[in-house]
């Protein structure tokens, strides 16, 4: 599976910003794309973002284009979001995940379809 070391969360007002990383290190499997997830409580883990790993094809979720960044530096394996804009409604744990063989881009917002995951980072906006 490899270690998972996401950081980057915190508290923010509403309207601020934060970037979440998420660099995972030695994975014993290749890397088709990444993506980051988010739950909050009693709610489903949903699709925030994603992107391939060899071309660096993005996708977002709707409530977060315009807003959110996802990239990737493929040298150090590690994965960033870069939030803008942050509402109360975006306040959840962030979860970046990874998916190892392709799939179609809908499939990439669908959580069944990553295979690891690390272990969390709370992001918490204040109104």
């Known amino acids: 599976q490899g270690q998972f070391v996401e950081s980057g969360g915190g508290l923010v007002q509403a309207g601020g910003s934060l970037r979440l990383s998420c660099a995972v290190s030695?994975?014993?499997?290749?890397?088709?794309?990444m993506g980051w997830f988010r739950q909050a409580p009693g709610k489903e883990r949903e699709f925030v973002a994603a992107i391939t790993w060899s071309d660096g094809s993005t996708y977002y979720a709707d409530s977060v284009k315009g807003r959110f960044t996802v990239s990737r530096d493929n040298a150090k394996d590690t994965l960033y979001l870069q939030m803008n804009n942050l509402k109360p409604e975006d306040t959840a744990v962030y979860y970046c995940?990874?998916?190892?063989?392709?799939?179609?881009?809908?499939?990439?917002?669908?959580?069944?379809?990553?295979?690891?995951w690390g272990q969390g980072t709370q992001v918490t906006v204040s109104s």
């Open positions: 030695g994975r014993t499997y290749s890397l088709y794309a």
């Open positions: 995940g990874t998916r190892s063989t392709v799939v179609g881009a809908s499939r990439l917002a669908v959580k069944e379809f990553y295979d690891y």
